[in-house]
């Protein structure tokens, strides 16, 4: 007789744990356990809003901004804030990135300059070109 050695998918995580992932900041994991499982990201809005904030304090705030561009993620956070403690962290492209996916330009004009222009410094010039013209396609709209 053969045995089957294919291996079986494991059970779906209980919602506990599936908030462990949110509260640790480990959106990933914790988007794939929800999809798994049948759950909204909605019925763990709080334990994202923890993991947001842990984020935030850990420097890691283009995570938690990229995981509220993704998922389209109402939060109670203020994106503009979370975009600041990116930028004062000196994490300028995931500042950058994010600036420009979430359509935020005005009130942060110098900040983006600012972090365009280290771009130049550092040699990164391409970059630098790149989101200095993203930014003025974006200018032009609003």
């Not at 904030?53 to 389209?72: C, D, G, P, Q, V």
């Not at 359509?103 to 070109?129: P, R």
Request: hydrophobic share 30%.
């Amino acid at each position: 007789m053969l045995k089957e050695f294919k291996p079986q998918d494991p059970a779906p995580l209980d919602k506990t744990q599936i908030s462990r992932f949110f509260q640790k900041g480990d959106f990933h994991n914790g988007v794939q356990q929800c999809k798994k499982a049948n759950y909204s990201l909605i019925d763990f809005q709080s334990d994202i809003e923890a993991g947001i904030h842990k984020l935030s304090l850990s420097r890691r705030t283009s995570e938690a901004l990229s995981f509220i561009y993704k998922y389209k993620f109402p939060t109670k956070h203020d994106i503009k804030e979370l975009l600041l403690i990116a930028f004062n962290t000196g994490d300028y492209h995931g500042f950058l990135k994010n600036a420009h996916r979430l359509e935020f330009y005005e009130g942060l004009e110098e900040k983006i300059s600012h972090a365009i222009k280290v771009l130049y410094e550092k040699g990164q010039t391409h970059d630098a070109n790149g989101w200095q013209r993203k930014f003025q396609e974006l200018k032009s709209r609003k």
